[in-house]
């Protein structure tokens, strides 16, 4: 899971020392295959202690030092039994500062995989970072030196080499963009390198995971082309290859959170294949709590190329709020002591608990119950998601972004008891939302060459000049062709205006906005809203 901070110096390649590995390929990349034991075969296929293939399903919990509160071991009968997952992925940190130290790792492990669960242990302390060689702090927060982490690895692998069913995952969401593609693969490439090499010396079977860099998601939503996707931009496809040569029983793993385009994933579950490299998806979730539209589709995409390439996919997570297994308004849920917020559809809040399908599940939970039973079929359900979140504002400006500033939603409406935004007269700025627009085309497949209607009520003060409010599109990458789509406002007093437009038929982005660039007006804005105009039967999915 991606944390708003790191707090890390940024390090360069030179900083890093690389250890002397021996020559790529020196060593035999599958020795036989050991009784009791996963093993990873040439071909990338994951097998279980009885030879079978392994097809993970499952979720993160806490561990110690991590940021949640409950210990999974309370929950372990409706994980494993009525939630039937196969597989946890333990959060841990060494000197993170959120502090779960009272959890107890041995008994946890021990714990789950008496069950037959996979614990896949995994350190979060370098998210969107590496280790260097350097210790730092930074308030509470603790990033030990590569040194002390790969010891702190070594002290894991002597304390559960005898157990098959711990996995163990390096480093959470290395990396971020202080680096470019091709040098943050290398120093994902030479830091996993390093660490394996130590752990392979006590713990030569335990099967060892690595996670992508950037934020688990390498640069596929960051780039249209395909050769970099499947080049530099992904660590794992770029250099998983030559960490296969040198060391066996490695799995793969990205966490897709904005893997909006099918097609990408749909490539590099392809060419992960190709390479014989073993893919999992070691973190996925709809975010319901900001209605991220990206985290909708990337889920949608991931279960219906989960099994039609048979790659597992773990929920992040059982007790993150922001994504429920669970119709959060369906249970009281608590209230966070530090915010004061509720908190609500956790996996531990089914309304029945026999195994028997509940009746609360929320659109993500009930992909994740009918995975683990047989009955997902593809394409998955498609959750009804409106073209337009909080358009009225009642939320505030939740879901939208302040572009510059001046915006204000003022306290005791006077458009007829509604919210509205506005500009002020001593300063100019505005809104976009585009993480709902830019992917218009996923509630309605059929959406491009359709029809579309956005009014909103509006005004000017004091008249005299014409404001629009803007659907703003691109057919391609380039911002050079944005072309433009104006409501426009010229009265002081409230009206309520509309405009159909028709959406091409190709489509690169689309976003709303809403801005002012005048000192001495305000331009207010209410009740927003986008509606498809001309309805027709959807075609089949992509």
Same mark, same amino acid.
């Given at each position: 899971?991606?944390?708003?901070?790191?707090?890390?110096?940024?390090?360069?390649?030179?900083?890093?020392?690389?250890?002397?590995?021996?020559?790529?390929?020196?060593?035999?990349?599958?020795?036989?295959?050991?009784?009791?034991?996963?093993?990873?075969?040439?071909?990338?296929?994951?097998?279980?202690?009885?030879?079978?293939?392994?097809?993970?399903?499952?979720?993160?919990?806490?561990?110690?030092?991590?940021?949640?509160?409950?210990?999974?071991?309370?929950?372990?009968?409706?994980?494993?039994?009525?939630?039937?997952?196969?597989?946890?992925?333990?959060?841990?940190?060494?000197?993170?500062?959120?502090?779960?130290?009272?959890?107890?790792? &041995?008994?946890?492990?021990?714990?789950?995989?008496?069950?037959?669960?996979?614990?896949?242990?995994?350190?979060?302390?370098?998210?969107?970072?590496?280790?260097?060689?350097?210790?730092?702090?930074?308030?509470?927060?603790?990033?030990?030196?590569?040194?002390?982490?790969?010891?702190?690895?070594?002290?894991?692998?002597?304390?559960?080499?005898?157990?098959?069913?711990?996995?163990?995952?390096?480093?959470?969401?290395?990396?971020?963009?202080?680096?470019?593609?091709?040098?943050?693969?290398?120093?994902?490439?030479?830091?996993?390198?390093?660490?394996?090499?130590?752990?392979?010396?006590?713990?030569?079977?335990?099967?060892?995971?690595? &996670?992508?860099?950037?934020?688990?998601?390498?640069?596929?939503?960051?780039?249209?082309?395909?050769?970099?996707?499947?080049?530099?931009?992904?660590?794992?496809?770029?250099?998983?290859?030559?960490?296969?040569?040198?060391?066996?029983?490695?799995?793969?793993?990205?966490?897709?959170?904005?893997?909006?385009?099918?097609?990408?994933?749909?490539?590099?579950?392809?060419?992960?294949?190709?390479?014989?490299?073993?893919?999992?998806?070691?973190?996925l979730g709809a975010d319901i709590y900001y209605m991220e539209l990206a985290t909708f589709q990337s889920t949608m995409h991931a279960f219906n190329l989960g099994l039609e390439f048979g790659i597992g996919?773990?929920?992040?997570?059982?007790?993150?709020?922001?994504?429920?297994?669970?119709?959060?308004?369906?249970?009281?849920?608590?209230i966070n002591s530090n915010t004061g917020a509720r908190e609500a559809g956790f996996g531990f809040e089914i309304d029945r608990t026999d195994g028997t399908r509940p009746t609360n599940l929320s659109w993500?939970?009930?992909?994740?119950?009918?995975?683990?039973?047989? &009955?997902?079929?593809?394409?998955?359900?498609?959750?009804?998601?409106?073209?337009?979140?909080?358009?009225?504002?009642?939320?505030?400006?939740?879901?939208?972004?302040?572009?510059?500033?001046?915006?204000?939603?003022?306290?005791?409406?006077?458009?007829?008891?509604y919210n509205y935004i506005s500009f002020s007269q001593v300063s100019w700025g505005g809104l976009f939302n585009s993480q709902q627009l830019d992917e218009i085309t996923y509630n309605h497949y059929a959406?491009?060459?359709?029809?579309?209607?956005?009014?909103?009520?509006?005004?000017?003060?004091?008249?005299?000049?014409?404001?629009?409010?803007?659907?703003?599109?691109?057919?391609?990458?380039?911002?050079?062709?944005?072309?433009?789509?104006?409501?426009?406002?010229?009265?002081?007093?409230?009206?309520?205006?509309?405009?159909?437009?028709?959406?091409?038929?190709?489509?690169?982005?689309?976003?709303?906005?809403?801005?002012?660039?005048?000192? &001495?007006?305000?331009?207010?804005?209410?009740?927003?809203?986008?509606?498809?105009?001309?309805?027709?039967?959807?075609?089949?999915?992509?």
């Amino acid at each position: 899971m991606r944390l708003t901070n790191t707090g890390s110096t940024p390090i360069n390649i030179s900083s890093v020392e690389v250890w002397a590995i021996g020559a790529e390929g020196s060593r035999p990349a599958q020795p036989p295959r050991p009784p009791g034991w996963f093993t990873v075969t040439p071909q990338g296929r994951i097998l279980d202690p009885n030879g079978d293939d392994f097809l993970m399903i499952g979720t993160n919990v806490n561990g110690p030092q991590s940021f949640f509160w409950r210990c999974p071991i309370i929950d372990i009968d409706l994980i494993a039994d009525a939630w039937q997952f196969n597989t946890i992925r333990i959060i841990t940190g060494m000197g993170m500062y959120f502090g779960t130290p009272h959890l107890n790792l &041995d008994d946890i492990v021990d714990a789950f995989t008496a069950r037959g669960i996979v614990a896949m242990i995994e350190v979060h302390d370098y998210t969107g970072t590496f280790p260097g060689n350097t210790t730092t702090s930074q308030g509470l927060q603790t990033w030990y030196s590569l040194p002390e982490f790969t010891q702190h690895w070594v002290q894991m692998a002597e304390r559960f080499n005898d157990n098959p069913y711990v996995w163990f995952n390096i480093m959470n969401e290395p990396g971020d963009e202080r680096w470019s593609p091709s040098e943050s693969a290398q120093l994902w490439h030479d830091i996993h390198a390093h660490i394996i090499e130590a752990i392979r010396e006590v713990a030569p079977h335990n099967v060892i995971v690595l &996670d992508e860099h950037n934020w688990g998601q390498g640069w596929a939503n960051f780039t249209p082309d395909m050769n970099d996707i499947l080049g530099p931009a992904s660590a794992i496809l770029n250099r998983g290859p030559s960490l296969n040569a040198q060391f066996h029983n490695l799995v793969y793993s990205i966490h897709p959170y904005h893997w909006t385009r099918e097609h990408m994933m749909r490539a590099f579950f392809e060419e992960t294949g190709n390479q014989g490299l073993a893919l999992i998806l070691g973190e996925l979730g709809a975010d319901i709590y900001y209605m991220e539209l990206a985290t909708f589709q990337s889920t949608m995409h991931a279960f219906n190329l989960g099994l039609e390439f048979g790659i597992g996919i773990l929920h992040w997570g059982w007790e993150d709020p922001r994504f429920p297994l669970v119709d959060p308004d369906s249970v009281p849920g608590r209230i966070n002591s530090n915010t004061g917020a509720r908190e609500a559809g956790f996996g531990f809040e089914i309304d029945r608990t026999d195994g028997t399908r509940p009746t609360n599940l929320s659109w993500m939970g009930e992909l994740f119950w009918d995975w683990t039973r047989g &009955d997902l079929t593809v394409p998955v359900p498609i959750y009804e998601w409106p073209l337009l979140l909080n358009g009225d504002f009642e939320n505030g400006i939740l879901g939208w972004m302040p572009w510059f500033g001046g915006v204000v939603v003022p306290t005791g409406s006077d458009r007829e008891g509604y919210n509205y935004i506005s500009f002020s007269q001593v300063s100019w700025g505005g809104l976009f939302n585009s993480q709902q627009l830019d992917e218009i085309t996923y509630n309605h497949y059929a959406s491009l060459g359709k029809t579309f209607r956005l009014s909103a009520y509006g005004r000017i003060q004091p008249a005299g000049l014409t404001q629009p409010l803007q659907i703003s599109y691109r057919l391609t990458c380039s911002p050079d062709v944005e072309r433009f789509v104006n409501l426009e406002f010229d009265s002081p007093d409230w009206t309520h205006n509309y405009i159909e437009f028709t959406l091409p038929d190709n489509l690169y982005s689309i976003q709303l906005l809403v801005h002012s660039f005048n000192s &001495d007006k305000v331009f207010s804005l209410s009740n927003i809203v986008i509606e498809l105009v001309i309805n027709e039967e959807p075609p089949e999915l992509w």
